[in-house]
């Protein structure tokens, strides 16, 4: 009988060692490989979480987007759902951003252990919430192209990281993916290119993304992606974890939101995923102030071992 190997405490893996223990436990080996092959994988909802969360984050998200628009949201609603003043503006979608602290469900979706698990296999173990945002969908006409591209902010050129990646996206369905309920399009394996598509590049080569409800897919930064119009009626939701290592420029800066009182009532992961402890791009005259944010990351170890927190909101209302 074939046994699997043991993971020992190698010094050339490091704390990957540890990591790769989790992904094992988990189930999501199998991930991990599609990852590595193809540049994205698909996790069953019953591996995610309960079917309850997904309910939850989608009425919220349903909320959030009624009180911007103006309009009232929900799944069925026919044709136009409002129009919300956000880019890059699209003729059958628009984008919520900022959403990380809006309500407890998002801190639980950023900490789920699936997607934390799989974002950090990506990312080398560290990395940052660059932005969290919820792409609301609706019908709407073909519009011969399904804007393919690969999430890595590369050079003029379009040179993208060719060994890993600095990026990565994790993206929970809140509705059933289909290709005609405007689901994701990817290229598998196009993340191996270490380039940008060029005009018109992969699209005859692109499938659908077709998953339930409370899946999890994710990809790696350099995978050319896009999605295909939405033929059907009512809401296409999707909320979009989308990840950075440590020294890249985050789409959004929660710092200024981090108060005492903010940072008090979250798990300490969560504050080093929005940047609470990183000093860089200071903005006082005196230049970094390392001393000041180690404080702040010791003064949290102290008052939260961050694990137990993290676990008990991930798990909350299963």
């Known amino acids: 009988m074939l046994r699997r190997m043991q993971i020992g405490d190698w010094t050339a ?61 929900a799944l069925d609603r026919p044709g136009d759902p409002g129009r919300y003043d956000s880019e890059p503006r699209f003729g059958s979608q628009y984008v919520l951003y900022y959403l990380a602290l809006e309500d407890d469900v998002f801190a639980e979706a950023l900490l789920n252990p699936v ?74 394996g196009s ?17 659908p993304v077709e998953a339930p409800a409370g899946s999890l897919v994710v990809w790696h930064g350099n995978l050319w992606h896009g999605a295909y119009p939405k033929s059907t009626p009512g809401l296409r939701l999707s909320l979009v974890n989308y990840m950075c290592r440590p020294a890249m420029r985050t789409q959004e800066d929660y710092r200024p939101q981090l108060t005492p009182e903010v940072r008090a009532r979250l798990p300490k992961r969560l504050v080093d995923m929005l940047g609470g402890f990183d000093p860089m791009m200071w903005t006082d005259e005196r230049g970094p ?11 949290a170890d102290q008052a939260d071992d961050g694990e137990g927190r993290a676990h008990a909101m991930t798990t909350a209302g299963a």
């Open 13 to 73: 893996t490091g704390t990957f060692n540890q990591r790769y223990r989790g992904l094992r436990q988990m189930g999501l080996e199998q991930n991990v490989a599609e990852l590595e092959a193809f540049g994205f994988t698909v996790v069953e909802p019953e591996k995610v979480a309960p079917a309850d969360f997904t309910r939850r984050l989608r009425d919220r998200l349903l909320e959030i987007a009624s009180r911007r628009t103006g309009v009232p949201h």
């Open 115 to 188: 997607a934390t698990a799989l974002s950090s296999y990506l990312l080398g173990g560290d990395y940052r919430l660059s932005s969290l945002t919820c792409f609301v969908k609706w019908a709407g006409p073909p519009t011969g192209s399904l804007g393919l591209h690969a999430d890595y902010p590369g050079g003029l050129r379009g040179d993208l990281p060719p060994v890993y990646g600095l990026v990565a996206n994790a993206t929970w369905v809140l509705t059933d993916y289909t290709r005609e309920n405007g689901a994701l399009a990817v290229v598998p």
């Open 191 to 207: 993340h191996r290119l270490a380039r940008r598509p060029g005009p018109g590049e992969g699209e005859d080569d692109a499938i």
């Open 289 to 299: 102030q390392f001393e000041h944010y180690a404080s702040l990351a010791a003064a």
